[in-house]
């Protein structure tokens, strides 16, 4: 009995050995937020996303014939699981909803030069329309706004939509929004301090901000036969 024992624990732990090159490949092959630059994913044409944040879940449908460029960078931002613990920054009533910035610091200096150019504006800024922020001509990063309401003059300043909320928009109106514009302009939170300060500046100075717990692609009937 013993004997037989001794055969079947050297047999299990010769097969993890053997398990164990694959399992490091797999690993080494996750995509990984700290490396901006091996991010370059294409995006299915149509993917959903499950946005868990501090007041409940919502869910964004990507459409990628909208703004491919920005339906491709969002796609690896959440693959890679950059947001986690990420602050719904600039919530202004009436307007929109701004997140992106990552909490850490260092993660943040690692995206700022990671640029990609503009896409052509295919649909209008309306309610609940997903759309990456900017900071000129081809400075899109990882900043991003969810419209409370319909905002087209942002679609002549060049604003394209990757997608829009399908779901849960109760959800997305629940964010606080009580400390209004940034500073300068308003009393909410300074994005260069979040650049460089990341989540101990605004859990410390602005405690009512919600904040993305995590994002997920949403599993299609497809692949959940599988």
Not at 33 to 54: G, R
Not at 123 to 135: C, D, E, H, I
Not at 173 to 196: F, H, K, M, V
Request: hydrophobic share 40%; glycine share 8%.
């Amino acid at each position: 009995m013993k004997r037989n024992l001794f055969v079947y624990a050297a047999f299990v732990f010769a097969i993890c050995l053997l398990a164990l090159p694959s399992m490091a490949t797999a690993q080494a092959s996750k995509p990984s937020f700290l490396k901006p630059a091996t991010l370059n994913a294409k995006a299915p044409d149509i993917y959903q996303v499950n946005v868990n944040t501090t007041q409940g879940t919502f869910v964004l449908e990507i459409n990628r014939s909208w703004a491919p460029l920005g339906a491709d960078r969002f796609y690896n931002l959440v693959v890679s699981g950059y947001f986690t613990d990420v602050a719904f920054f600039r919530a202004i009533d009436g307007f929109m909803v701004q997140f992106g910035i990552h909490g850490n610091p260092e993660v943040s200096k690692l995206w700022r030069p990671a640029k990609i150019k503009d896409d052509r504006v295919v649909q209008s800024n309306m309610t609940g329309y997903l759309t990456f922020a900017t900071a000129g001509q081809h400075t899109r990063t990882t900043q991003m706004f969810i419209n409370f309401s319909d905002n087209i003059r942002l679609d002549a300043m060049g604003f394209a939509p990757i997608g829009k909320v399908v779901k849960g928009m109760d959800i997305v109106n629940s964010l606080y929004t009580g400390y209004g514009e940034g500073a300068p302009r308003g009393r909410g939170p300074d994005q260069n301090r979040i650049q460089y300060e990341g989540n101990a500046y605004l859990k410390k100075s602005f405690p009512m901000l919600d904040y993305i717990k995590s994002m997920s692609l949403v599993k299609s009937k497809a692949s959940k036969k599988r």
